[in-house]
């Protein structure tokens, strides 16, 4: 994130013509050249600014129900000239559906509009005859005269339902011209496995703030050792807007998406990544509410919230633990650029996906996660409207774990109950939320430019223990004030790239067991989460 009150101010937008140097600084050799390469492959048109398409987006992909993808127009028509034979997928993602067990959404990016794209899928590589209809969504950026020429991005999405649960499967993506299953294309074929039909014990991984560099490569390597069933994503996903306020007058570069989505397509081809918003996604070149890009880019879960405008906001239950993803714009007294955009429609659901998740049999666990901070002492500190709204709920449902982004720090509280200590929770403890209160996790090392703590205050994690004291921090009040407080609850503080790792297990003792690894795969970190014992 890009401080915004507190450190450097905003530079101007960013030029289009070759490569920023504010960009070109923080890339390696190779990175550059990838990203000029990356730049003569797109196919531009020079349009004035004022040919905003208000569409531009397209429905749902594949099919009706709550495992559809998410659109807002029609589907634009194949009009490139290029061969199909000529034009390379890229950019592979996956995520689940609603159910994960039966469900996937496979997505990815062609650098041309193409004719009758597909995902081929079967349970062999050398047998993928299940072939699904994908369709694509076309995403126009207005050209800013003097700053950047008009881009067309082209996403493809396909909907793989009636899939078997905790089976692996192989796939891969074509279109007219490019078979995945032909003996050329073949070593483009990759795997996904759904989630078992009971609960058993799996890995998931988190961070938020990530961005491209080598650092979020490095992070992607650590992640993929801990072989996970999938990766939450705690927003500020690409940092394409470089600005973060959700304003036109954001620098704003949209082919740095491309970049992000190859750097990741070696994870996220074959672990489900779920993502969701943070300032840095509020893109305001699209409408509504500067979402019209990430609605191109991802296909999401539909959990009863409006899947045409709100992205980041979805659920989904994976073996013995659901998950809430949350759109932090909506609250943040911060940054209010889209503050209360839901009109109260995202607490509401809120509280009665909760409800419903902690009333299901064969859920013991709950996590939540979303990009502003509940609790951080780092630079941006803690957004009162997250408090304000969403603490009451999560504290009346017992959440089991929070976790948030937005600081470029891992740093994690004790168990916060009624806004104080309810239980201290050093490096190896265990913690109970029927009693205890919840753990709030800032996982925003994910590979972006990092931040720091207080003045005078020291870091403190595993191996490296200090004193634990008072901090003289603050929150964000409705006037974009920060309001000095003394915080209690920071018990862990790491300056440096980091990702999360959880275990969760069932059976008669259901445990999390959370551990937080820097970006060469060292614990830094490490508790456990258990109810009612």
Request: a neutral charge; proline letters at 6%; charged letters at 20%.
């Amino acid at each position: 994130m890009t401080l915004l009150s507190r450190g450097t101010p905003p530079g101007p937008p960013v030029p289009d013509f070759g490569i920023p140097p504010q960009l070109a600084r923080r890339m390696s050799m190779a990175e550059q050249h990838e990203y000029l390469r990356t730049k003569l492959m797109r196919r531009r048109t020079l349009v004035t600014a004022g040919a905003v398409a208000a569409g531009g987006l397209l429905a749902g992909c594949g099919g009706s129900g709550s495992g559809s993808a998410r659109g807002t127009a029609t589907q634009s028509p194949a009009t490139s000239k290029v061969p199909g034979s000529a034009v390379s997928p890229f950019g592979r993602h996956l995520a689940f559906g609603a159910d994960p067990r039966t469900q996937m959404r496979v997505s990815w990016q062609v650098p041309a509009a193409v004719k009758k794209p597909y995902v081929r899928i079967g349970l062999k590589p050398d047998d993928l005859s299940r072939k699904a209809e994908a369709e694509i969504r076309d995403l126009h950026t207005p050209g800013v005269t003097g700053v950047r020429l008009a881009l067309e991005q082209y996403y493809v999405h396909a909907a793989v339902d009636g899939l078997r649960p905790g089976t692996t499967y192989y796939y891969g993506v074509g279109h007219e011209g490019f078979d995945p299953a032909s003996p050329a294309h073949r070593s483009t074929i990759s795997s996904f496995r759904t989630a078992p039909a009971t609960a058993e014990k799996f890995v998931f991984t988190a961070f938020g703030d990530q961005g491209v560099s080598q650092a979020a490569a490095a992070n992607d390597h650590v992640l993929l050792r801990q072989n996970p069933a999938f990766h939450l994503h705690a927003g500020d996903i690409c940092y394409a807007d470089g600005n973060g306020r959700g304003q036109k007058s954001d620098g704003y570069d949209p082919s740095y998406w491309d970049l992000f989505l190859k750097q990741n397509e070696s994870v996220a081809r074959t672990v489900p990544w779920m993502v969701t918003t943070g300032n840095h996604d509020m893109e305001a070149w699209y409408s509504p509410d500067g979402y019209g890009g990430q609605l191109a880019r991802w296909s999401l879960p539909d959990s009863g919230f409006d899947a045409r405008t709100a992205p980041g906001v979805y659920a989904f239950t994976y073996g013995n633990v659901g998950f809430v993803a949350l759109d932090a714009n909506d609250v943040s007294y911060e940054i209010p650029a889209n503050l209360g955009y839901s009109g109260g429609r995202q607490t509401k659901w809120l509280d009665g996906k909760l409800a419903e998740l902690r009333s299901t049999k064969g859920v013991d666990f709950i996590v939540v996660f979303f990009h502003h901070c509940a609790y951080s002492t780092s630079a941006h500190a803690s957004d009162g409207g997250v408090r304000a709204q969403w603490l009451p709920l999560l504290e009346k449902h017992q959440v089991d774990l929070v976790v948030n982004g937005h600081n470029h720090v891992y740093e994690r509280t004790d168990a916060v109950k009624a806004g104080g200590v309810g239980r201290a929770v050093p490096v190896g403890a265990s913690t109970d939320p029927t009693k205890d209160g919840t753990v709030y996790v800032t996982a925003g090392g994910g590979g972006k430019d990092l931040y720091g703590f207080p003045s005078g205050v020291q870091e403190s994690y595993e191996g490296h223990i200090t004193r634990h004291d008072t901090i003289r921090t603050s929150h964000w009040t409705k006037a974009q004030s920060a309001e000095a407080e003394t915080a209690e609850w920071s018990r862990v503080r790491y300056r440096g790239f980091s990702l999360l790792s959880v275990e969760a297990e069932g059976g008669t003792r259901p445990v999390l067991k959370v551990s937080a690894l820097t970006d060469s795969g060292k614990r830094i970190d490490h508790f456990e989460v258990r109810r009612g014992v």
